[in-house]
């Protein structure tokens, strides 16, 4: 075999790895983004509700959005809340309702499929006071992956890096 039709099988085959794996950089997010996440998102919502309710941000801003995470860094986001910290127990979590809604996310344009999650809330604080709210939190898939997002409130808080002056 000459050395011409040698280097041409090598430039040809290089061209095709190429090829195949830039597809493949293509291919592959666009499959991401077609993942569904995968347990209940009230499971979800209820997990992350304990940890910050028991101060514990670090486990809390593992599951935060990806790109909130980007802008409230992990040190930042947990020194800032160990500020205001939620002093009490929690009592239980009653999961209300799952229903589906598009919300605008913080930092985002347009508006996003989520799952809205409404609990109710049994805290006693350290005097023994008992209190009980409901609120409803937002399951926001990534990937396949279940989430949580910052209130638009806490989002600017992040991105203009004010938490010093909250």
């Given amino acids: 075999m000459s050395r011409g039709v040698i280097i041409g099988s090598i430039v040809a085959f290089v061209v095709t790895v190429v090829a195949v ?3 493949a950089l293509v291919a592959i997010p666009a499959l991401e983004g077609d993942a569904k996440p995968t347990g209940d998102p009230a499971v979800f919502v209820k997990q992350v509700v ?7 941000y670090t486990s809390a801003w ?11 860094r992990q040190t930042e986001y947990v020194e800032c809340e160990r500020q205001r910290p939620v002093s009490s127990t929690l009592g239980s979590i009653d999961v209300l309702r799952v229903s589906d809604r598009k919300l605008r996310i ?17 805290l006693q604080n350290a005097l023994g006071a ?7 939190f937002n399951a926001v898939p990534s990937g396949s992956e279940w989430t949580w997002i910052l209130t638009p409130s806490r989002y600017r ?6 938490c010093e002056t909250a």
């Fill in 130 to 136: 008992k209190e009980t709210f409901k609120h409803t």
């Fill in 106 to 122: 913080p930092g985002e344009s347009g508006r996003a499929d989520v799952k809205a999650v409404t609990l109710r809330i049994n």
């Fill in 21 to 23: 794996v830039g597809v």
């Fill in 62 to 72: 593992g599951s935060l959005y990806p790109a909130h995470q980007r802008v409230a």
């Fill in 50 to 56: 304990g940890y910050i309710v028991a101060d514990d």
């Fill in 157 to 162: 808080l992040y991105r203009d890096d004010s």
